[in-house]
């Protein structure tokens, strides 16, 4: 069984930094990308950044140049979110995604708040 630990979320003000990380747990098998998503109240589930077993990357526009996702080692993975927004306030899941299985998990989220 693969479980999904996320820390570091918290409450920020606007233009300030935080460090979520996310520990898997369990086997995986196959080739995996590692990845953070978000929720708002309202919104939907969006993909904010994601990085492969090689480690290349993808962002979403609204947070380049601001948030950096590093894969730590095979089953850790960080996203540094420097200059935070309002906007940015949300329930961060960490994601792996398993390619060949097209399967999909997730951690229980970690709330993170931008306000002054």
């Known amino acids: 069984q693969v479980q999904l630990v996320e820390s570091g979320g918290g409450l920020v003000q606007p233009g300030g930094s935080l460090r979520l990380s996310c520990a898997a747990s369990?086997?995986?098998?196959?080739?995996?990308?590692m990845a953070w998503h978000r929720q708002a109240p309202g919104n939907q589930r969006e993909l904010v950044a994601s990085v492969t077993i090689d480690n290349s990357t993808a962002y979403a526009d609204s947070v380049k140049g601001r948030f950096t996702i590093s894969r730590d080692n095979a089953k850790t993975v960080s996203l540094q979110m420097n200059s935070l927004k309002p906007e940015d306030t949300a329930v961060y899941y960490c994601?792996?995604?398993?390619?060949?299985?097209?399967?999909?998990?997730w951690g229980q989220g970690t709330q993170v708040t931008v306000s002054s």
């Open positions: 994601n792996v995604h398993v390619v060949l299985l097209n399967k999909n998990y």
């Open positions: 369990g086997s995986i098998f196959g080739l995996y990308t």
